[in-house]
């Protein structure tokens, strides 16, 4: 169960022939974000980040913070994301590894974003296990005039584990103007036992699957929250975005990505 709490805590899977291709040998890290494909400036929108890595060619030591940079016009605070407040105790980050399921009591209000992530333990023996997992971010407190939020990393196969992240909402520098910042301690005796290496952890921030419920004239209703909101006006050169991942030995790499404007512009109330 500890191997299988490494796995999980990284994520990721063999490299594929797409692994080898020019832009990867430049750079071992690729960062790609997507909004809807009916996405339209000035309304509401999900936000698809893939982050992807090539293990050969990073190090070898643990992943242990990963850092997501965007535009200050989106508005991922002002979003219908992230109503419920999900509380978890120090002691869940401090052990990593849950024994809970679902969302660990948390509302399901507090959903801000569903996910995936790929993982492959490295045994000492040499023998290299992929583990799959689904990531779930949830809407934390609020602590120092920053949001907290929560990661939750739940094993599909073959090991299975529930792991639990703390991140927060950050400022950035321009030309971006908030992160989310999220850190992955090491697990007690991994170290003994295999390595660990990211390949690709992906998250959709405002996923068209998240339901939140609420009250409405003495009735529970279901409805799909409102995601990030657009600008009216779009960047000169589209959105500009920025990864950046940290490994336990110090070192740091990161990778940027532009995506661009949608053309058209949404009516009043669209989107929420």
Same mark, same amino acid.
């Given at each position: ?60 030591a ?6 997501f940079?965007?535009?200050?016009? #989106?508005? %991922?605070?002002?979003?219908?994301? @992230?109503?419920a ?9 401090? &052990? /990593? $590894? ?32 992929p ?15 920053? #949001?907290? %939020?929560?990661?939750?990393?739940? @094993?599909?196969?073959?090991f ?7 991140? &927060? /909402? $950050? ?17 007690p ?39 990030i ?28 990505s ?15």
């Amino acid at each position: 169960m500890v191997i299988a709490a490494g796995v999980l805590a990284l994520g990721w899977a063999p490299p594929t022939a797409s692994a080898a291709a020019p832009h990867a040998a430049r750079n071992p890290v690729r960062l790609s974000a997507r909004f809807d494909r009916d996405a339209v400036l000035g309304g509401a929108t999900a936000l698809d980040v893939d982050l992807r890595l090539d293990p050969v060619r990073l190090p070898s030591a643990q992943l242990v913070g990963v850092r997501f940079e965007y535009p200050a016009s #989106l508005g %991922l605070i002002s979003s219908g994301l @992230g109503l419920a407040v999900c509380r978890r105790p120090a002691s869940d980050f401090a &052990q /990593v $590894l849950l024994s809970a399921t679902g969302l660990a009591g948390c509302p399901v209000n507090s959903v801000m974003g569903y996910g995936m992530a790929r993982a492959i333990i490295r045994l000492n023996s040499g023998q290299a296990i992929p583990e799959y997992a689904t990531v779930t971010l949830l809407s934390g407190p609020i602590e120092h005039g920053h #949001l907290d %939020l929560v990661v939750f990393v739940d @094993g599909q196969r073959p090991f299975g584990a529930k792991l639990a992240f703390a991140g &927060q /909402v $950050l400022g950035a520098p321009p030309p971006f103007g908030g992160a989310l910042s999220v850190t992955m301690p090491q697990i007690p005796r991994i170290q003994q036992l295999a390595t660990v290496s990211l390949v690709e952890l992906r998250v959709v921030i405002g996923s068209h699957a998240i339901r939140y419920r609420e009250r409405r004239r003495g009735r529970v209703v279901t409805y799909r929250p409102s995601g990030i909101e657009l600008p009216a006006a779009c960047p000169r050169r589209g959105f500009p975005f920025r990864a950046q991942v940290t490994f336990a030995d110090g070192t740091r790499r990161d990778a940027r990505s532009t995506t661009a404007c949608p053309s058209a512009v949404a009516p009043p109330g669209a989107g929420r």
